[in-house]
């Protein structure tokens, strides 16, 4: 069962060959943290993003070498490279021409119009995505100026304000807007309130919100409370960590609102003072090896052959260990006993002939 979740009618846009937005899936995109001019470790990094699920990817373009690189970069990659950009809008120009599927800009760091004006017509006339990324912590002065903080209603009238000036302006349509601050709630009332003003799809997450273990809550209850409520057409959940694990976070999220899967479901059981096996082992070693997997499957690794069974009814397969033996289940019935060193084993070679037996359960991603 999951929640009933009506979702808030956005326009369609593209990033390359990727929408979104509209009937699109909610798209999971994360940021490469390598030096964006060294191609080498950039592509590897993409590669790795690609192969966890990651659809769209955002690189930083802070000078002229990264500039440079992204024309190899951009045909090199396998998913659509959105250029990061702050500052400097030569190098946003240089950026669309090279190919970037996307730009996202932060409006209050860009201080001369005129330049911003001849960068928002070449992404007209390349048809390159435009995110105006609005972030507490660099908004505008005059914004600044009339809420004295950076509050939630500043970044509704800065990010209102720009998508005017781009459509007005330039009367380009090819944008998303994000409205980030560390604080989730912030955020959430933030991109409550602007998408109650304008359809315009929305890239939900939260910024520097720290670590996997901190990060993953702070992202988790401000992403989880927007798509709850309808609102977010992509997301990325900004962690201090691997961006590897942004993606498994991201479609964590998803996965547990019914909104998207792409791996399978791991039930674990806490254990207790039944279990006997080393269950902690185990289980790190079926979530590895179900980040190989891209299927709608529900797993279950649980610490006692009494009551584990029993306790992951709804897994479509699953291990319990004993002593020194362990059983394998399916849809909550033991089908197999097996000695401890094989448990794994086993249950590999039952999930895999279970997936033979269902392949409808595959995923392609789309
Ligand atoms: S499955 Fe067994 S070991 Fe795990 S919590 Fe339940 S009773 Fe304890």
């Known amino acids: 069962m999951y929640p009933k979740i009506k979702r808030r009618v956005t326009r369609?846009?593209?990033?390359?060959?990727?929408?979104?937005?509209?009937?699109?899936?909610?798209?999971?995109?994360?940021?490469?943290?390598?030096?964006?001019?060294?191609?080498?470790?950039?592509l590897s990094q993409i590669q790795k993003l690609f192969e966890a699920g990651c659809e769209i990817v955002r690189v930083a373009v802070p000078d002229e070498k990264s500039a440079k690189a992204l024309k190899d970069l951009v045909k090199e990659s396998p998913i659509p490279v959105i250029a990061d950009l702050h500052f400097a809008t030569l190098l946003g120009e240089k950026a669309v021409k090279a190919g970037c599927a996307g730009i996202r800009i932060n409006p209050g760091t860009f201080k001369n119009k005129a330049n911003l004006e001849r960068l928002l017509?070449?992404?007209?006339?390349?048809?390159?995505?435009?995110?105006?990324?609005?972030?507490?912590?660099?908004?505008?002065?005059?914004?600044?100026?009339?809420?004295?903080?950076?509050?939630?209603?500043?970044?509704?009238?800065?990010?209102?304000?720009?998508?005017?000036?781009?459509?007005?302006?330039?009367?380009?349509h090819n944008l998303k807007v994000s409205l980030k601050s560390s604080n989730w709630w912030e955020t959430i009332k933030a991109y409550?309130?602007?998408?109650?003003?304008?359809?315009?799809?929305?890239?939900?997450?939260?910024?520097?919100?720290?670590g996997l273990i901190p990060g993953t809550i702070k992202n988790t209850m401000a992403i989880s409370y927007l798509l709850?409520?309808?609102?977010?057409?992509?997301?990325?959940?900004?962690?201090?960590?691997?961006?590897?694990?942004?993606?498994?976070?991201?479609?964590?999220?998803?996965?547990?609102?019914?909104?998207?899967?792409l791996y399978p479901e791991v039930i674990a059981c806490p254990?207790?003072?039944?279990?006997?096996?080393d269950l902690f082992s185990l289980y790190?070693?079926?979530?590895?090896?179900?980040?190989?997997?891209k299927a709608n499957?529900?797993?279950?690794?649980?610490?006692?052959?009494?009551?584990?069974?029993g306790e992951a009814k709804m897994a479509d397969i699953g291990i319990a260990g004993g002593k020194g033996v362990g059983?394998?289940?399916?849809?909550?019935?033991?089908?197999?006993?097996?000695?401890?060193?094989?448990?794994?084993?086993?249950?590999?070679?039952?999930?895999?002939?279970?997936?033979?037996?269902?392949?409808?359960?595959?995923?392609?991603?789309?």
């Not at 846009?13 to 390598?34: E, H």
């Not at 499957?297 to 069974?309: H, Y």
Request: positive net charge; glycine residues 6%; charged residues 25%.
């Open 271 to 277: 254990t207790c003072g039944r279990c006997e096996i």
């Open 121 to 172: 017509k070449i992404c007209k006339d390349y048809n390159c995505c435009v995110r105006i990324g609005i972030n507490a912590g660099s908004l505008e002065p005059e914004i600044l100026k009339k809420y004295k903080v950076p509050s939630y209603k500043a970044m509704v009238e800065s990010a209102l304000r720009w998508v005017e000036y781009v459509v007005e302006t330039v009367d380009y």
């Open 327 to 366: 059983v394998i289940f399916r849809e909550g019935k033991i089908i197999k006993k097996v000695p401890e060193t094989q448990l794994l084993e086993e249950f590999f070679k039952e999930v895999e002939t279970f997936l033979k037996e269902h392949p409808e359960r595959l995923i392609n991603p789309q």
């Open 12 to 42: 369609k846009v593209w990033v390359g060959k990727i929408s979104v937005g509209g009937d699109s899936p909610i798209r999971v995109q994360s940021m490469t943290n390598t030096p964006t001019a060294d191609l080498n470790a950039t």
């Open 192 to 210: 409550q309130a602007f998408s109650k003003k304008s359809d315009f799809p929305l890239h939900v997450g939260v910024t520097e919100a720290g």
């Open 297 to 309: 499957l529900k797993l279950a690794v649980m610490g006692c052959v009494v009551n584990g069974p």
């Open 284 to 293: 790190q070693k079926v979530e590895a090896w179900t980040k190989r997997i």
């Open 228 to 261: 709850l409520k309808g609102i977010g057409d992509t997301l990325r959940v900004s962690l201090t960590a691997d961006p590897v694990e942004e993606v498994y976070v991201a479609y964590e999220i998803l996965k547990n609102l019914g909104l998207r899967t």
